[in-house]
Structures are given as C-alpha cells and as structure tokens.
Nanobody, 128 residues
Framework: QVQLVESGGGLVQAGGSLRLSCAAS????????MGWFRQAPGKEREFVAG????????YYADSVKGRATISRDNAKNTVFLQMNSLQPEDTAVYYC?????????????????????WGQGTQVTVSS
C-alpha cells in the first residue's frame, strides 16, 4: 500500500513557475515508477511526465516537453514536477501516481491504467 500526498500547487501568472511535490508513505517507494497526470475541467485526465524507479529514465508529454522536469528523491520518498513558462492551458488539478512497473516503457508509463496508487491532487491555476 502506498499513500501519495501532493503539494505545491497554487495561482501563478503566465510565464511563471511552480514546483510540485508528492510525498509517498511506505518503505517501497523506490520500487515504483512514478508519474504526474493532470485533469482540466471537463477534460480527461492526461499524462504529463513519468520517471523510472532509479531516475535513469524520464518521459514527457509533448505539451510540456522542454518546460517540465520530473525528478525523485528515493531517500525522502518524494517525487517532484518542476513546471516553467506556465500558460493558462496548464491550469488543472495535478495528480501523482505510482506504478509497479518492472521495466520502464514510454507507452505504459503514459497509461493511467498502469498506476495502482493516486494522490488526491493539487490545483494549479495559471492566469493570463
């Protein structure tokens, strides 16, 4: 069982930056591939970024590539999402999730069904 708690969301002006954090409970954090997803009002939850268990692999959605950086600190059971050059279309609830993947696959890591555990989300609002 893994419990995930996101933080770091808020209101930011277009062009600004935010660093989201996701703290995980349990001693098996390093055995999970971690992902960030987001859901805007009236839209499907979509993949943002994923990172392998030991940080050797990362993968980003085209919509955030070059503006987002995912990282993790296994000693602190935390995964981060640094978002720069934020735009109003980035407004959404951001969720972190944990997937028990044996091998990092860019197809699988971007798939919601691969993840067993989800946080409650943190709201990011970007004003124009």
């Amino acid at each position: 069982q893994v419990q995930l708690v996101e933080s770091g969301g808020g209101l930011v002006q277009a062009g600004g930056s935010l660093r989201l954090s996701c703290a995980a409970s349990g001693r098996t954090f390093s055995s999970y591939t971690m992902g960030w997803f987001r859901q805007a009002p009236g839209k499907e939850r979509e993949f943002v970024a994923g990172i392998s268990r030991s940080s050797e692999n990362t993968y980003y959605a085209d919509s955030v590539k070059g503006r987002a950086t995912i990282s993790r600190d296994n000693a602190k059971n935390t995964v981060f999402l640094q978002m720069n050059s934020l735009q109003p279309e980035d407004t959404a609830v951001y969720y972190c999730a944990a997937a028990p993947l044996g091998r990092f696959s860019t197809v699988v890591v971007a798939t919601k069904r691969a993840y067993d555990y989800w946080g409650q989300g943190t709201q990011v609002t970007v004003s124009s």
